[in-house]
């Protein structure tokens, strides 16, 4: 190349040379760009979800509460339920002793009015034969 060019190819080789530099720094630019909004969408995202935890925290307390409140009444109900069993166990035992005292009583009271009847026919089977004698006398 003639010694005139020279300095404008070292002019041209350098100004190429920015206009790459300047594009590689437009592309790192507009790249650090789309990341700064990536990572504004993703701390976006990142605050929504941690609101989702903070309330399913929340309404996993709250619920845990709920249960255990339904078990301390379970509990009761079951303690009740058990008592009144035994209550009911107990009256059922006394009520099987009273049937089987008033069967006594009534086959007692049966047998006393078989006797007491018996003893009045006999009684009057007794007065008929006083009476027949008496007459025959």
Known sequence: LPPVLQPNLGALTILSLLE?????????QSCQQRMEERQL???????????DVL????DH??????VEKLLQKTRKVSANVKEVRT??????VRVKKVETTQDELLT?????VVI????????KVCEAVSAWTETRE
């Open 61 to 66: 307390s709250d619920t845990s509460g709920t």
């Open 87 to 92: 209550r009911v166990e107990k009256q059922n």
């Open 41 to 51: 969408e993703l701390e976006n995202n990142i605050k929504t979800i941690q609101g």
């Open 20 to 28: 790459r530099v300047a594009g590689i720094i437009d592309n790192v």
């Open 116 to 123: 007491y009847q018996v003893r009045r026919d006999a009684v």
């Open 55 to 58: 309330k399913l925290a929340k």
């Open 108 to 112: 007692r009271n049966k047998f006393r």
